[in-house]
C-alpha cells in the first residue's frame, strides 16, 4: 500500500537516536521508518513533505499544564508580559478603561519580583481602579491581588481569621494589604462573575491552538475541578471531545478537594466514567501537597529562613494531612486511579513519595504510574526512591534559573543546602528515575523548546548573561527532548506516542532546524514549522 504521507530528506529523531531520514504515515499510523527504501511507498496520491534537513521527531506533551484558565485568562486582563510594577499597573489601568461594561476586573499573571516582597498592594490597584473590584491572581495562582473594593465586597478586615488553608496578607498596623495567598484567595476569588460553558469551550480551544502551534499534541490538565474559583474545564473537555473539536489527545487530573477525605473517592469515580470520552481521560487525580516557596507555603522538612538567615518558625504548609495521605493514595492507586501530586518543598516530596510506597506494599505492583510535578526541593536520600517506587519526576524546567523569583524570593529563605538541592533534573535522571516535563501554563511560557533549553543549559533565554544555576544538574538536548516527548507519554499513558517507530500514532514535529546541529546556547531559538495529530496535520507556519 502506498502511504498518505511521508517525511523525507531530514534527520528524524527516533529511539535510536537520529539514525532514519524518512517516515510513512498511513492512516494515523507510522508504517515505515528508514532511509531511502521508503520513499518507495509513495503514491499518487501521498503528501510528500520535504524536511529540508530539519528535525522529525515526536509531538511534544505537556504534563502538567491547566489550558482553559490559560485561555481565558488571555481574553482577560493579561499581565504576563509585564515585568515591572509599572507596566503591571499601566496595562490594569487600560483593561479597565477598555472595558468599563466589566462589573469586575480579572485575568492575571502577574510576576511576584515586580513588587518589593512578591506582595503588591491595594493602594497600587486603587489608584488605577477605584470605583470597581479586582481580583488578579499572580503568575503561579498560589497568590491573588485585590483591591480596597473587592475586600469590602468580601468582608475581609482586620478581624478577618486566616482560612485553614491560607493567609490575608497584612500590614504593620494588621489592616489586609491586598494580596491573598492560597486558600485566602477564595475569599475573594468565590465573588467574581464564573465563566460559562461557552467561555470554556472556546479558551480551550484559543489554548489547543497555541498549544499546537508549539508542536504539543498531548497534555495532561492537572486540574480538573472546582480549586480557588478556578473554572472546572471538566465539561468543556467532555464537551470537545464528544464533537471532535478536541484535536489534542488529554488525560485530566481530578481535583482532590483538599477539604475532605476519602468519602470524596466514590464522586471521583463517577466524574471519571462521566467526563472520559475519545480523546479525553479523566483518569488521573490531583493531590496539590503544598504550596510555593516564594510564599514561604511549599511544605519543608526543616524551618525557612528570614531575612537575616536566622531559622523561622515556618516550615510551609500541608493541605493534605500527611497520616492520612497514604491511606487516600492506596485506595485511589487500588481503584487504578494515577496519583498527580503538586509537591514543591522537601517535605512535600516525601510526604508523596511515602503514600506512594505505602499503596506499593498494600496493592503490590501496578500500572498506575503516579508522578510528582515541581519538584523545587527533594532532599539527597529521595532522589533514589523515584526509580526504587517507580514514581514519575514530573519537572518544569523553565523554573531552574536564575531570575529575580529566584535569587531575591526563594534562595535567601532556603538557605545554600536546600538551594543546591533544588530542581535535580540531572542527579534524577543519574538515579534511574524516568523523566516527564510540563510547563504549568500560564505560570510559565508552554513553549517546549524554551523548557528544554532551560533543561539543558540551566540559564533561561533572556537571560544568557546569568550565571548557570547549579551547572551538576544540567542534562543533555536527547535527554531533555525525551521528557517532553516519551517520558510524558508515558506519564499519560499514551503508550502508543511519544517515539517514531512503526506501529506508533502519527503525532510528530517538524521543527524549523535541526538543534542538535547548532550551539545549546541557541536551542530556543528553534521553532515549530507543523504539527501533526494522527497523521492530521494541526498546525503549519507560513513559511512552512
Given at each position: 500500500?502506498?502511504?498518505?504521507?511521508?517525511?523525507?530528506?531530514?534527520?528524524?529523531?527516533?529511539?535510536?537516536?537520529?539514525?532514519?531520514?524518512?517516515?510513512?504515515?498511513?492512516?494515523?499510523?507510522?508504517?515505515?521508518?528508514?532511509?531511502?527504501?521508503?520513499?518507495?511507498?509513495?503514491?499518487?496520491?501521498?503528501?510528500?513533505?520535504?524536511?529540508?534537513?530539519?528535525?522529525?521527531?515526536?509531538?511534544?506533551?505537556?504534563?502538567?499544564?491547566?489550558?482553559?484558565?490559560?485561555?481565558?485568562?488571555?481574553?482577560?486582563?493579561?499581565?504576563?508580559?509585564?515585568?515591572?510594577?509599572?507596566?503591571?499597573?499601566?496595562?490594569?489601568?487600560?483593561?479597565?478603561?477598555?472595558?468599563?461594561?466589566?462589573?469586575?476586573?480579572?485575568?492575571?499573571?502577574?510576576?511576584?519580583?515586580?513588587?518589593?516582597?512578591?506582595?503588591?498592594?491595594?493602594?497600587?490597584?486603587?489608584?488605577?481602579?477605584?470605583?470597581?473590584?479586582?481580583?488578579?491572581?499572580?503568575?503561579?495562582?498560589?497568590?491573588?491581588?485585590?483591591?480596597?473594593?473587592?475586600?469590602?465586597?468580601?468582608?475581609?478586615?482586620?478581624?478577618?481569621?486566616?482560612?485553614?488553608?491560607?493567609?490575608?496578607?497584612?500590614?504593620?498596623?494588621?489592616?489586609?494589604?491586598?494580596?491573598?495567598?492560597?486558600?485566602?484567595?477564595?475569599?475573594?476569588?468565590?465573588?467574581?462573575?464564573?465563566?460559562?460553558?461557552?467561555?470554556?469551550?472556546?479558551?480551550?480551544?484559543?489554548?489547543?491552538?497555541?498549544?499546537?502551534?508549539?508542536?504539543?499534541?498531548?497534555?495532561?490538565?492537572?486540574?480538573?475541578?472546582?480549586?480557588?474559583?478556578?473554572?472546572?474545564?471538566?465539561?468543556?473537555?467532555?464537551?470537545?471531545?464528544?464533537?471532535?473539536?478536541?484535536?489534542?489527545?488529554?488525560?485530566?487530573?481530578?481535583?482532590?478537594?483538599?477539604?475532605?477525605?476519602?468519602?470524596?473517592?466514590?464522586?471521583?469515580?463517577?466524574?471519571?466514567?462521566?467526563?472520559?470520552?475519545?480523546?479525553?481521560?479523566?483518569?488521573?487525580?490531583?493531590?496539590?501537597?503544598?504550596?510555593?516557596?516564594?510564599?514561604?507555603?511549599?511544605?519543608?522538612?526543616?524551618?525557612?529562613?528570614?531575612?537575616?538567615?536566622?531559622?523561622?518558625?515556618?516550615?510551609?504548609?500541608?493541605?493534605?494531612?500527611?497520616?492520612?495521605?497514604?491511606?487516600?493514595?492506596?485506595?485511589?492507586?487500588?481503584?487504578?486511579?494515577?496519583?498527580?501530586?503538586?509537591?514543591?518543598?522537601?517535605?512535600?516530596?516525601?510526604?508523596?513519595?511515602?503514600?506512594?510506597?505505602?499503596?506499593?506494599?498494600?496493592?503490590?505492583?501496578?500500572?498506575?504510574?503516579?508522578?510528582?510535578?515541581?519538584?523545587?526541593?527533594?532532599?539527597?536520600?529521595?532522589?533514589?526512591?523515584?526509580?526504587?517506587?517507580?514514581?514519575?519526576?514530573?519537572?518544569?524546567?523553565?523554573?531552574?534559573?536564575?531570575?529575580?523569583?529566584?535569587?531575591?524570593?526563594?534562595?535567601?529563605?532556603?538557605?545554600?543546602?536546600?538551594?543546591?538541592?533544588?530542581?535535580?533534573?540531572?542527579?534524577?535522571?543519574?538515579?534511574?528515575?524516568?523523566?516527564?516535563?510540563?510547563?504549568?501554563?500560564?505560570?510559565?511560557?508552554?513553549?517546549?523548546?524554551?523548557g528544554v533549553h532551560v533543561a539543558v543549559n540551566r540559564v533561561v533565554p533572556e537571560s544568557a548573561e546569568a550565571p548557570v544555576f547549579l551547572p551538576g544538574e544540567r542534562i543533555g538536548l536527547a535527554d531533555a527532548l525525551a521528557a517532553y516527548t516519551a517520558g510524558s507519554a508515558y506519564a499519560n499513558h499514551l503508550d502508543d506516542t511519544g517515539e517514531v517507530r512503526v506501529g506508533a500514532l502519527a503525532d510528530l514535529v517538524v521543527l524549523d532546524r535541526d538543534p542538535f546541529?547548532?550551539?545549546?546556547?541557541?536551542?530556543?531559538?528553534?521553532?515549530?514549522?507543523?504539527?501533526?495529530?494522527?497523521?492530521?496535520?494541526?498546525?503549519?507556519?507560513?513559511?512552512?
Amino acid at each position: 500500500m502506498h502511504a498518505d504521507l511521508l517525511f523525507t530528506g531530514g534527520p528524524v529523531l527516533t529511539p535510536e537516536g537520529r539514525t532514519a531520514t524518512a517516515v510513512a504515515v498511513t492512516g494515523d499510523r507510522i508504517t515505515a521508518v528508514g532511509r531511502q527504501e521508503v520513499h518507495d511507498l509513495a503514491g499518487p496520491r501521498t503528501e510528500v513533505v520535504d524536511l529540508a534537513g530539519r528535525l522529525l521527531l515526536p509531538g511534544f506533551q505537556d504534563a502538567h499544564v491547566h489550558p482553559v484558565p490559560a485561555g481565558l485568562e488571555l481574553t482577560q486582563c493579561d499581565l504576563t508580559a509585564t515585568r515591572t510594577a509599572d507596566e503591571t499597573l499601566a496595562v490594569v489601568r487600560a483593561y479597565a478603561d477598555a472595558h468599563p461594561e466589566r462589573e469586575w476586573i480579572t485575568g492575571g499573571g502577574w510576576s511576584m519580583e515586580a513588587f518589593e516582597g512578591g506582595t503588591p498592594t491595594k493602594e497600587l490597584l486603587d489608584a488605577v481602579v477605584p470605583d470597581r473590584p479586582v481580583y488578579l491572581p499572580n503568575r503561579d495562582h498560589h497568590g491573588a491581588w485585590v483591591n480596597s473594593r473587592a475586600l469590602a465586597l468580601a468582608g475581609i478586615t482586620r478581624d478577618t481569621p486566616d482560612p485553614a488553608d491560607g493567609r490575608i496578607d497584612r500590614d504593620a498596623s494588621g489592616e489586609p494589604s491586598g494580596s491573598l495567598q492560597e486558600g485566602a484567595m477564595q475569599l475573594v476569588g468565590r465573588l467574581t462573575p464564573p465563566a460559562t460553558q461557552a467561555d470554556r469551550v472556546a479558551a480551550l480551544l484559543h489554548a489547543q491552538r497555541r498549544l499546537h502551534a508549539l508542536g504539543i499534541t498531548a497534555w495532561q490538565d492537572a486540574l480538573v475541578g472546582d480549586f480557588l474559583g478556578m473554572d472546572d474545564p471538566g465539561q468543556a473537555y467532555a464537551a470537545a471531545a464528544r464533537d471532535g473539536s478536541l484535536t489534542a489527545r488529554v488525560v485530566g487530573a481530578l481535583w482532590w478537594d483538599r477539604e475532605r477525605g476519602a468519602e470524596q473517592i466514590p464522586e471521583l469515580v463517577e466524574r471519571r466514567e462521566a467526563l472520559s470520552h475519545g480523546r479525553f481521560r479523566a483518569t488521573s487525580v490531583k493531590l496539590m501537597l503544598d504550596g510555593v516557596a516564594e510564599t514561604g507555603t511549599a511544605a519543608l522538612v526543616d524551618p525557612y529562613l528570614d531575612k537575616c538567615g536566622c531559622a523561622t518558625a515556618n516550615r510551609g504548609t500541608s493541605f493534605i494531612d500527611p497520616e492520612q495521605l497514604p491511606k487516600y493514595v492506596t485506595e485511589l492507586d487500588a481503584l487504578g486511579f494515577q496519583c498527580h501530586f503538586h509537591a514543591l518543598g522537601d517535605r512535600a516530596v516525601r510526604d508523596a513519595l511515602d503514600a506512594i510506597e505505602a499503596a506499593r506494599a498494600a496493592n503490590g505492583p501496578s500500572d498506575t504510574r503516579p508522578h510528582l510535578a515541581h519538584l523545587q526541593v527533594v532532599q539527597p536520600a529521595d532522589v533514589p526512591r523515584f526509580a526504587r517506587l517507580g514514581a514519575i519526576a514530573n519537572i518544569q524546567p523553565l523554573w531552574a534559573a536564575h531570575e529575580p523569583q529566584m535569587d531575591e524570593l526563594t534562595i535567601p529563605f532556603l538557605g545554600p543546602e536546600r538551594t543546591a538541592w533544588q530542581y535535580p533534573f540531572g542527579t534524577l535522571l543519574r538515579s534511574g528515575a524516568r523523566l516527564a516535563a510540563g510547563s504549568d501554563w500560564p505560570v510559565s511560557s508552554p513553549d517546549p523548546l524554551h523548557g528544554v533549553h532551560v533543561a539543558v543549559n540551566r540559564v533561561v533565554p533572556e537571560s544568557a548573561e546569568a550565571p548557570v544555576f547549579l551547572p551538576g544538574e544540567r542534562i543533555g538536548l536527547a535527554d531533555a527532548l525525551a521528557a517532553y516527548t516519551a517520558g510524558s507519554a508515558y506519564a499519560n499513558h499514551l503508550d502508543d506516542t511519544g517515539e517514531v517507530r512503526v506501529g506508533a500514532l502519527a503525532d510528530l514535529v517538524v521543527l524549523d532546524r535541526d538543534p542538535f546541529d547548532g550551539p545549546v546556547e541557541a536551542i530556543a531559538q528553534t521553532r515549530v514549522a507543523r504539527t501533526y495529530v494522527g497523521g492530521a496535520r494541526v498546525y503549519a507556519a507560513q513559511e512552512a
